[in-house]
T-cell receptor
Framework: GQQVMQIPQYQHVQEGEDFTTYCNSS?????IQWYKQRPGGHPVFLIQ?????EVKKQKRLTFQFGEAKKNSSLHITATQTTDVGTYFC??????????FGQGTTLQVKP | DGGITQSPKYLFRKEGQNVTLSCEQN?????MYWYRQDPGQGLRLIYY???????QKGDIAEGYSVSREKKESFPLTVTSAQKNPTAFYLC?????????????FGPGTRLTVT
């Protein structure tokens, strides 16, 4: 069945360093969503990408959707302690159901 | 104040007992979902419902049951047939199913079965 793989599983960075998480699907996606889950919390929607090659920015966060619509990335510039949490990508392969990646847990050392 | 609520936040049960987790939303969303979250495994879909009185199995439905008698409510029963029920359970809703809308998650219920 459809799989969405996310790497790395964990990332520890010094505050101010950049961070990137990558998401790869076994099949072409109609769109991809990104969520953030703070420690002890629940996932919160960040953004959705729909078009091939699409790039969207939210302040220090940059989201990309690959040309083949099978991969995506989230890049955070100059991390802050408020960026701590687990970032999930979730893809829809035209089934109407989201398939979530395993998540990347980001730790930021002040 | 619109949102999605789950209760209780923590739940403890003895092995062999069925337990029902509550999920309510007042967002007027058609679609509702139940996910299970285990460490390092992301979110796995248990059941989802696109409309009242209809629901479909997700990827890990064995040992679980649901009902959708009202638009606002989508309770999940963890039965004694579920081999590893201890987990964090998340309920979510979205405007509609069929297309991909953003999902709104409840605060979750952490179930411990001993």
């Amino acid at each position: 069945g459809q799989q969405v793989m996310q790497i790395p599983q964990y990332q520890h960075v010094q505050e101010g360093e950049d961070f990137t998480t990558y998401c790869n699907s076994s099949t072409t996606l109609s769109n991809i969503q990104w969520y953030k889950q703070r420690p002890g919390g629940h996932p919160v929607f960040l953004i959705q990408l729909v078009k091939s090659g699409e790039v969207k920015k939210q302040k220090r966060l940059t989201f990309q959707f690959g040309e083949a619509k099978k991969n995506s990335s989230l890049h955070i510039t100059a991390t802050q302690t408020t960026d701590v949490g687990t970032y999930f990508c979730a893809g829809d392969g035209n089934t109407g159901k989201l398939i979530f990646g395993q998540g990347t847990t980001l730790q930021v050392k002040p | 104040d619109g949102g999605i609520t789950q209760s209780p936040k923590y739940l403890f049960r003895k092995e062999g007992q069925n337990v029902t987790l509550s999920c309510e939303q007042n967002l007027n969303h058609d679609a509702m979902y139940w996910y299970r979250q285990d460490p390092g495994q992301g979110l796995r879909l248990i059941y989802y419902s696109q409309i009242v009185n209809d629901f479909q199995k997700g990827d890990i439905a064995e040992g679980y049951s649901v009902s959708r008698e009202k638009k606002e409510s989508f309770p999940l029963t963890v039965t004694s047939a579920q081999k590893n029920p201890t987990a964090f359970y998340l309920c979510a809703s979205s405007m509609r199913a069929g297309q991909t809308y953003e999902q709104y998650f409840g605060p979750g219920t952490r179930l411990t079965v001993t």
